[in-house]
């Protein structure tokens, strides 16, 4: 029993992924692809049907670690598949977030963000296929980055679901303007 129950018993609802790699602690990667473009960066997103929430939801591309697989290699391979893009992990000691838990009042799935950049000028992106399995159904589409908050706020309104992640990042966008932080 962990101490911070003390002592106290409790029920709780709980789910459990077990398909992460025996020699990983991390189930999957999210995906952050900005697309270099000369007017500004665009972030990468996707439409997606979620049974769980019956809506169609805004999410970054993602996918779950395969045994043996960094999570730099997962990216870049989910990326192609599910956009048809291929890009780069950008380089520094920000490229991977740290280990970060979805829900963990619920669930035990993790994951590391991955930033990645898409030369748009690389004859590989200039028209890109993903490569989608037979039960996937996606829509890539590309929000200017300084927009992202709002066009969250319009896409909720007009009934998508926005994943957390997404919803995340340009509520700390927001954040980022409102407090003048560099």
Known sequence: ???A???KTRVWESAERRTRPADSETDG???IAILEKAE???ILLQKQYRPPVGKVCIE???GLVDPGESVETCALRELKEETGYVGEVVSG???VSPLMFNDPGFCNTNLNLVHVK???SKPENRDPKAELEENEFIECFSVPLERLYEECSRLEKEGFAIDARVGTLAEGIQI???WKLS
């Open 29 to 31: 990667v999210g995906i």
């Open 40 to 42: 500004g960066a665009e």
């Open 1 to 3: 029993m962990d101490e």
């Open 176 to 178: 980022s303007r409102l």
């Open 93 to 95: 000691p920000t490229a």
């Open 118 to 120: 898409i030369d748009l």
């Open 5 to 7: 129950c003390q002592g």
């Open 60 to 62: 970054v591309p993602a």
